[in-house]
């Protein structure tokens, strides 16, 4: 249910369904970082910030706490990095 889905308790049912999502996310996340490769420069804006997924997606990956976390300091370069290679 989605009570059971939101309480924060880890029961079998819902941990099979956040790992497919997971699982779903990490390879959509490949491939638009494959696409987003051999994008021009200027689509940048649009895309950019998927090089915050893969951080995320860890996050959701260790064991939950309340929130998934990922440092400022962290995002910050991730999005630095991303916009000067053009590497999602």
Not at 62 to 67: E, K, L
């Given at each position: 249910t989605k009570e059971t889905l939101f309480s924060g308790a880890t029961v079998?049912?819902?941990?099979?369904?956040?790992?497919?999502?997971?699982?779903?996310?990490?390879?959509a996340h490949?491939?638009?970082?494959?696409?987003?490769?051999?994008?021009?420069?200027?689509?940048f804006p649009a895309y950019g910030y998927v090089a915050l997924v893969s951080d995320y997606m860890h996050a959701l990956d260790?064991?939950?706490?309340?929130?998934a976390k990922v440092p400022l300091l962290?995002?910050?370069?991730?999005?630095?990095?991303?916009?000067?290679?053009?590497?999602?």
């Open positions: 079998h049912e819902t941990s099979a369904a956040c790992r497919a999502v997971l699982e779903r996310s990490v390879s490949r491939e638009v970082a494959r696409l987003a490769w051999g994008a021009p420069k200027e689509f260790r064991p939950y706490d309340g929130v962290r995002r910050q370069i991730r999005l630095l990095l991303a916009s000067a290679t053009g590497k999602v």
